[in-house]
């Protein structure tokens, strides 16, 4: 045999390979299709003599060009060649869900965001995912049913993701007809000192506030026990997240003693440690455990000696772990009521960045304080340590002139 004859033999192998594999008992007999007109008149699909369709027509025609369709995307089907165009987005997302690892972390978050953005998607297929469905559907989740922003740009960047997945799994081209929406205002929002003193004012307090007159109206009756939770929670995330400047998922359950599952407050080391007990070294990289300056430690205590024997420093009003997803509801909820719709928790984190490079603090103490690479301080807040440094010369200056 020449190498020609071998290597054409070697081809005719790698067709047969792509084929039903009669080799391993596969049929490998074409299905049959038949057209029947039914009592009615309407002409219906068979498939190897079962019904399977109908073709919704008296034309006789039509019925055959609808059947012609029907097998070409039936046969298609069956190899699993698809139009990412056509598909229902619904399918998509529970694809998504069903490849999606259960054991992950961000599992239940991304379910709960899916369930949200479920209802906007019914009945729409990938190709109706354009620019106009995009703006209706931030017209109705941000002002018609109160979400945040941030949480239809979150959902719309999980969309993006599922979609993609979806065709690199189906092996077709990727189809997404909307662009990202822009990254939430409140990521680069910064509070003002007025602000942050509105937020604890309601969150210590039982007053309710106007944002339209900025007036306060103190309760007639004491608060809710899940209304009054709501209101520790948001004051202790603010009163952790301006310090401390810590991303806001951090605080999900956070904990008096260490654990497996989430971060904790050591009272006697002085220390929050943002991740669980045995994380891995990257996990503790990008958030480390930091001293709690004196006063928040003071604050801590108080809180720990009022908690009693609750085990969570972030906790339902039952008592069971807080999710991050609910704290942020928490926070996003409380900030509508502010009349500061676009501040989020991660603004808490923007502030305290802010307000540490304004007050001359180096790089390397924010970054060892919040967790953010000195690099990336650089390239998103322009932080220089040349104040800092120069501070060191000002004896040596000042005696120039003498």
């Known amino acids: ?114 369930k949200l953005l479920r209802p906007y998607l019914e009945g729409r297929r990938i190709q109706d995912l354009n620019g106009d469905w995009l703006i209706d559907t931030e017209e109705k989740m941000v002002e018609e049913d109160g979400y945040a922003y941030a949480t239809f740009a979150a959902c719309m960047g999980n969309l993006i993701t599922a979609i993609r997945r979806y065709c690199q799994d189906k092996l077709c081209p990727v189809i997404v007809p909307f662009h990202r929406p822009d990254t939430a205002d409140g990521r680069d929002r910064v509070l003002t000192p007025a602000e942050r003193d509105r937020i604890l004012r309601w969150a210590d307090g039982t007053e309710t506030y106007d944002p339209k007159t900025g007036t306060w109206t103190p309760a007639l009756r004491p608060l809710g026990r899940i209304e009054a939770n709501r209101r520790l929670m948001v004051g202790r ?63 801590v205590r108080a809180w720990r000696e009022a908690d009693g024997d609750q085990p969570y420093v972030f906790r339902t009003a039952s008592g069971k772990p807080l999710p991050a997803g609910t704290l942020g509801s928490y926070f996003a909820a409380a900030m509508v009521r502010l009349g500061l719709p676009d501040v989020t928790g991660h603004s808490l984190r923007h502030t305290a960045i802010t307000w540490m490079i304004e007050r001359g603090l180096s790089a390397s103490v924010i970054s060892a304080i919040c967790g953010i690479s000195i690099s990336m301080l650089k390239r998103r807040y322009d932080h220089s340590d040349n104040r800092v440094v120069q501070a060191i010369g000002h004896d040596v200056m000042d005696s120039l002139l003498a």
Do not use: C
């Open 237 to 299: 995330e603010v009163r952790l997240g301006l310090p401390l400047g810590s991303r806001p998922g951090v605080y999900r359950g956070m904990a008096w003693e260490p654990n497996a599952e989430f971060g904790h407050i050591d009272l006697a080391n002085a220390t929050l440690h943002r991740v669980p007990s045995g994380s891995s070294k990257k996990g503790r990289k990008s958030a480390p455990v930091v001293a709690l300056p004196p006063a928040l430690l003071a604050e």
């Open 1 to 114: 045999m020449t190498f020609i004859s071998k290597e054409l033999n070697l081809g005719a192998f790698k067709t047969a390979a792509s084929m039903p594999q009669v080799a391993d008992g596969d049929d490998n007999r074409p299905p049959t299709y038949e057209m029947r007109r039914r009592p009615n008149g309407v002409w219906a699909i068979y498939r190897n003599r079962r019904y399977l369709i109908t073709t919704k027509t008296r034309d006789e025609h039509l019925a055959g060009e609808i059947l012609e369709l029907h097998v070409l995307q039936d046969g298609a089907r069956a190899r699993n060649l698809v139009d990412a165009r056509f598909v229902q987005a619904t399918v998509v997302i529970d694809h998504f869900l069903r490849t999606y690892p259960k054991t992950r972390r961000s599992y239940k978050g991304l379910r709960s965001r899916w």
